[in-house]
C-alpha cells in the first residue's frame, strides 16, 4: 500500500481509489469522521497507524524543541546562556540517538549529559557562591565548574529517572509540572524576579503541558531527558544567583531524597530500585510511582515553606510545615482507615467507603421495588444519605446490613456529587420519598398491602389517611407508632403478621430501622421492608419537603436544618465526607 507524506499528514492510497487522510488527530484524539470531495477521512485504530503516529511524534519533538528555543531568543534578547541550553540540548539529543543507534551502555548517557553541563557551565549557568549564614559569600571558584556539573547531572538524572519507574510518562510530567509551578512561586516570591530564568520555566511548563494535553508520551517524543535539563538549568540561573543558600536548599528539597541515591537513578534501567523509604510508602498500599510523586510533592511543599520562612515570617513558616505534616499523616498512616472501603465500581453497583450503593435511576428503583414486593422474601431496601454512609464506615453491623439489601439507593446529593468528583457517576439520586411517591400507584393498581410502622404517636395513622386519600385504591392495612420497647417488639411483629402486608414501611431513624428489619426480617415473614427515615412525618404533613428548587440544587438538607437546628450536630459529618472524597481523589490519581 502506497503510503504518500505531506506536511503533518499522512495520505493512504487504497485499492478503491478512495483518499485516507490521517491527520494527528486520527491517533486517538476523537476526530470525527467527514467527506472532503472525492476523498473520505475519518478515523484510523492506533495499532494500525503505529508507525505514522511515531513518526508524527518525532515531528512534534523536532518542532517542539526548535519553537522552544526560538521562542526563548525573542523573549530574553538573545541572553547569551540560552546558546548554552540550546547546545547543551543539541549535545543530549546527539548522545541519545548515538546510544540508540549503537547500543552503547548507560554511563554514556551520563557522559553526554556531563558534557552538556560542561557546555552550559561555559556559557553562564553557574554555581559561583553561596551566602554564609552569619553574613558574606562564600566563592567557589575551583569548585565551580565540578559542582555545577554534578549538580546538573545529579538534578537531571533524578528528573528522567520518573520516565523510567512509570512507562506511561505521567509521573514524568506531574512532577515536572509541580517542580516548575514550584520554581516559579519562588521566583515570584522575590524582589528582583531574574527575566531569563522566569522565562524559562513558563517555557518548560508550557511545552510539558502540551505533551500532556496532546497525549505525546515522554518517552516516544523523546523530551523527557530535555526537561530534566532544563530544570536543572532553572534552578541554577533562577534561585542561586538571587537567594544564595536558600535557594540551593530550595531544589535540594524538591529533588534531596531522589538525590541521596543518585546511584539508583543512574542504574534505573537495570534494575528495579528497592529502598527503605519507598519501602516505607508501598507497604502502606501506594504503587511505586505514588510513592516517588507523594516524595516530590512533600519536598516540595516543604521547600515553599523556607521560602516563605525567608520572604515572609517564622509563622508562615511553622503554619506551612504543621500543614505539611498533618496532611502526610493522615495520608500515609490514616489512608486505609480513614478511606476505608476506599471506591470500587462496576455496571450495577458504587461501593463507596465499604458501603455499596445502587447505579439506578428512579424508574429503576422503582421497577425493583416492584419486583421485591412481589415475589421478594424478607427483602430490605435502604436508602442512605451521606450521615448514614459515613455511619456505616464506623459501624461494621451497619454496613454489613446494607451489603445484605436486595436494595440501596442514594438519598443524598452529596453522594451523588462525590461519585461524579471520583469519575464513576450515580445514575441520580433516588430518595425514599421520591421512590415511595413513583411506587404507590403501582401498589394502588396491583393491590399491595402497605403497613407504616415508626415515627411518633398518631403520625403513622395521619400519614395512611393523606396517602390513601392521595393515591386512590392503595392499601395500608395497618400502622404503629415507634416508640415501643424490646419486651414489645413480640406485639408488634404479631400485629404485622396479622395484617400479612406485602411491604412494611420502617421509620425508626437510621441506624435503628435497618437493626430493626435485620434483625426481624425472618419472623414478620413479608416480602419486602424499607427503611424510610422521616417520610412518615412528611406525608403526614407533620413536617414540610423543601421546596423543588432547593432539592433541585441538592440543598434539601441545608432546608431541613434550617427548619429543625437540631439536625445540625447529624450533618457535622459533611465537611469531614467531602475531605475524604477529595482525599481519595487524590489517592485514587496517586494509587
Known amino acids: 500500500m502506497p503510503l504518500v507524506r505531506s506536511r503533518g499528514t499522512a495520505i493512504t492510497l487504497k485499492e478503491d481509489k478512495t483518499l485516507h487522510l490521517l491527520s494527528p488527530n486520527s491517533f486517538g484524539f476523537a476526530s470525527p469522521s467527514f467527506t472532503v470531495g472525492a476523498a473520505s477521512v475519518g478515523k484510523r485504530s492506533l495499532a494500525t497507524d503505529a508507525h505514522v503516529m511515531i513518526a508524527w511524534a518525532r515531528r512534534c519533538r523536532r518542532n517542539l524543541l526548535i519553537a522552544l528555543p526560538f521562542s526563548l531568543f525573542f523573549f530574553v534578547l538573545a541572553d547569551v546562556r540560552l546558546w548554552g541550553l540550546g547546545l547543551g540540548l543539541g549535545v543530549l539529543i546527539f548522545g541519545r540517538l548515538l546510544r540508540q543507534n549503537l547500543k552503547l551502555p548507560d554511563w554514556v548517557e551520563l557522559a553526554f549529559l556531563s558534557a552538556a553541563g560542561f557546555v552550559a557551565y561555559a556559557f553562564g549557568f553557574r554555581i559561583q557562591f553561596l551566602t554564609k549564614p552569619e553574613g558574606g559569600f562564600f566563592y567557589l571558584t575551583a569548585l565551580s565548574l565540578p559542582l555545577t556539573i554534578a549538580w546538573i547531572v545529579a538534578v537531571a538524572q533524578s528528573v528522567n529517572f520518573l520516565g523510567r519507574v512509570d512507562s506511561t510518562g505521567k509521573l514524568l510530567g506531574k512532577t515536572v509540572l509541580l517542580t516548575g509551578f514550584a520554581f516559579l512561586l519562588t521566583d515570584l516570591l522575590q524582589s528582583q524576579v531574574p527575566a531569563f530564568a522566569l522565562v524559562l520555566v513558563l517555557a518548560i511548563l508550557g511545552l510539558t503541558l502540551a505533551l500532556m494535553i496532546h497525549r505525546i508520551h515522554f ?212 430518595s425514599g420519598i421520591d421512590l415511595l411517591v413513583r411506587f404507590f400507584p403501582c401498589a394502588a393498581a396491583k393491590g399491595y398491602k402497605i403497613f407504616l410502622l415508626g415515627s411518633a404517636p398518631g403520625v403513622a395513622e395521619e400519614a395512611a389517611l393523606k396517602l390513601e386519600k392521595r393515591f386512590k385504591k392503595l392499601k395500608i392495612v395497618g400502622t404503629h407508632h415507634g416508640y415501643f420497647s424490646a419486651k414489645e417488639n413480640d406485639a408488634v411483629i404479631e400485629k404485622i403478621r396479622q395484617t400479612q402486608p406485602d411491604l412494611i414501611l420502617v421509620a425508626l431513624g437510621v441506624p435503628r430501622q435497618e437493626h430493626w428489619m435485620s434483625e426481624n426480617q425472618e419472623a414478620l415473614g413479608v416480602p419486602a421492608l424499607m427503611g424510610v427515615g422521616g417520610s412518615l412525618d412528611v406525608f403526614a404533613g407533620r413536617v414540610k419537603r423543601a421546596p423543588e428548587l432547593w432539592q433541585k440544587l441538592g440543598l434539601e438538607w441545608a432546608y431541613r436544618v434550617l427548619k429543625q437546628p437540631w439536625r445540625l450536630w447529624r450533618v457535622r459529618v459533611l465537611p469531614i465526607f467531602l475531605s475524604k472524597v477529595l482525599l481519595l481523589k487524590l489517592v485514587k490519581a496517586l494509587v
Open 219 to 430: 518517552a516516544i517524543s523523546g523530551v523527557g531527558q530535555c526537561l530534566s535539563f532544563g530544570l536543572a538549568l532553572v534552578s541554577i540561573s533562577g534561585l542561586l544567583k538571587t537567594t544564595a543558600s536558600l535557594a540551593l536548599l530550595t531544589p535540594l528539597a524538591i529533588f534531596g531524597l531522589p538525590m541521596v541515591t543518585t546511584s539508583l537513578a543512574f542504574a534505573a534501567g537495570r534494575a528495579p530500585m528497592q529502598h527503605g523509604w519507598l519501602d516505607f510508602f508501598t507497604t502502606r498500599g501506594f504503587s511505586v510511582t505514588a510513592a516517588l510523586f507523594l516524595i516530590y510533592l512533600a519536598s516540595s511543599l516543604l521547600s515553599l515553606s523556607l521560602v516563605l520562612t525567608a520572604q515572609l515570617n517564622t509563622l508562615a513558616f511553622i503554619s506551612c510545615f504543621a500543614l505539611l505534616i498533618v496532611s502526610g499523616t493522615v495520608l500515609v498512616f490514616g489512608k486505609d482507615r480513614w478511606l476505608a472501603g476506599g471506591l470500587e465500581s462496576d455496571e450495577k453497583k458504587l461501593k463507596l467507603f465499604g458501603t455499596s450503593v445502587d447505579r439506578v435511576t428512579l424508574d429503576e428503583a422503582s421497577d425493583k421495588l416492584e419486583t421485591l414486593v412481589r415475589s421478594g422474601y424478607g427483602a430490605m431496601i435502604i436508602t442512605p444519605d451521606t450521615t448514614a454512609l459515613m455511619r456505616a464506615q464506623r459501624d461494621a453491623k451497619l454496613r454489613k446490613i446494607y451489603e445484605s439489601a436486595a436494595l440501596v439507593t442514594p438519598d443524598g446529593s452529596g453522594l451523588v456529587l462525590a461519585s461524579k468528583l471520583l469519575g464513576m457517576s450515580l445514575k441520580e439520586r433516588v
